[in-house]
């Protein structure tokens, strides 16, 4: 075992190898503390607050606050499990499909027996109380003072004021005593920063919209706020042009002289299968999708299951769905909006089940939205092993990430890859995320070069299901002036995220594809679907209406609908080949290596922006319920990501682009 810095991806000579690794601060040989703590001790990676480097104002130098946090064990063999996690993933080589199951995992690459023993005797030689190794050793739960957990972290704990709030954390990396420093591969919660994630969902609301929805919360609800399309809207793409407003008499003005058409009212299952070529002999038989959200609807399968009645699908059979919830019930709802993780719920659950309505649907639900709570549900799949796709709607800022929660983040993919098991992760919704946070960065942990990150198209679906036209999802929304003669300058409204990381190198695989010339860091996204909120896929779910709560059906888009899709394409696929598919990137990049040197059917549509329209008009209901309070009218462009485009090959919107008629049977060698 290794004191030093973990390196957080093989690098290798093979032909679709895994190159990346995390850029980590050099580990000190011996570290003397404010504390007073013993030397010599060494640096546990990741562990100091990223913000405290330029630090705000303390409001208490000591801290007093009792203190929880988690100790990740580090696994064995670490180099070992580098090169087998690669190994296995590469359809080039011998390795390649070779999976092993948990029990061989933990017993190979598994913290070291004496782990937990050395680990828990430093901590509580300090004074802090340690639970029993939790989710099959891989970690322990530690509570206490501030005064133990300084003594025995060797780091003093401040108060800082931060975002409005006093927030205790590290005013340094934490150490550990040199000779148990190897038995630790990260700790988290010490840093008392909100690490809530968010879903990648959205139904477009105007900015009016909102004031309406807060105001008909309350506290604690159960159900998400009631939402209706409003209409004229059309049944396919292109179907109704924008020439009048519903009462037939007041013309809309053109848009840069055109007339435009109206959005969707939101595609059905038949429609997306049909656009994206899915064989009718294909179902997803015999595959198991995992997806993870935080908490659960009440009437998650019931919604499912009429939503299929209605849209044209089958209703999942007996055992076809089952749910894990965690022990103990769930936290946080308040400050996570439980209510409103429910329309996520819906979106994922149905996207998979309309579009690989054979494949069995496990869904796992997070504690709270908190990322300690959902990686905790991540790692109970994997420890599940059922599943073998694993499609993942939330996420959060990769500059929000550690190295450290890097480092357990690809332990978990590592291990998720020898499995067999491949991670389908939302790339985001907010572009290359400047306007948000002055920042261009991607989002994690699409990021992570272990996980699929599936991006975002705009897809026209014509009559007859047919595949129309494809962009890149970005959009410019424009305001109809008072007069009502013109359009408003636009403001960013959503678009795929993307971008180069700053924490991961690039990945081997990606060679060739990602353009010369490129930032070095990992190139995200991989692939791309559908994820336009105004060209999005219709869903069904219980909402709180005025007059009470019922079931109702409304439009939906984000990268929270490309990344299921994307999944259950994959379900389809496995079903096709016979055996699961694994950490899929090195066969993605090869068959897009492939389709750049022969002639004929591509297994990737290289998505470029092909509409017979710049943008569509949107109507919706000001009150976001009816036309009661009259329809707002906007026009919503295509392929408009803040200083992302889209391009010839591989692009920072749509990856290497959507799946083609040929992928699901395309064989790599």
Known sequence: MRPARRRILLV??????????????ALASSTASAAGAESPRSAIRGTGPSWVAVPPPIVKSQATKAIEARVFLAPRNEAALDRAAAAVSDPSGAEYGHYVTPAQFRARYGPAPEAATKVTA????????????QQNGRYVDVTGSAADAQRAFGTRLSVFRKGGADVQAPSAALTAPRAVSPYVLSVTGLDESPSRVSPKTSVGLLPSQYGAQLKAKTANQIYPPGFRNAKPCSTYYGQKKAVYQANGKTPLPKFNGRVLPYAVCGYSPTQLRGAYSAPGSLTGKGVTVAIIDA?????LLADANRWARNSGSRPFAPGQFSAFVPAGGYTDREACDAAGWSGEQSLDVEAVHGFAPGA??????GRSCSGFDLLAAEFAVVDDNRASIVSLSYGGLESQESTGEAAIDTYLYEQAALQGIGFYVASGDNGDEYESTGLKQVDSSASNPYATAVGGTSLGVGAQNRYLAESGWGTQLYSL?????????PVFYGGAGGGFSQLFTRPAYQDGIVPAGSPAGRAVPDVSMDADITTGMKIGLTQQFPN??????YRVGGTSLSAPLFAAVQALTSQAMGKRLGFANPRIYALARRDLTTPGRKAFRDVKSNFDYVANVRADYADGLSARSGLIYTV?????????????????VTGIGSPAPSYYTATVR
């Open 295 to 299: 908490y659960l609807s009440p009437t």
């Open 548 to 553: 009470g709560h019922y079931y109702d059906e």
């Open 481 to 489: 002036t008072n007069n009502r003669k013109s359009w408003v300058a």
């Open 636 to 652: 919503r462009s295509f392929d408009d990501d803040t200083s992302l485009a889209t391009a010839r090959g591989w692009d920072p």
């Open 12 to 25: 290798s000579t093979a032909c679709c190898a895994l190159t990346a690794g995390v850029a980590l601060p």
């Open 122 to 133: 430093w901590l509580r030689g300090a004074g802090l109380r340690v639970s029993t190794p």
């Open 360 to 365: 069995k649907v496990l869904y796992t639900a």
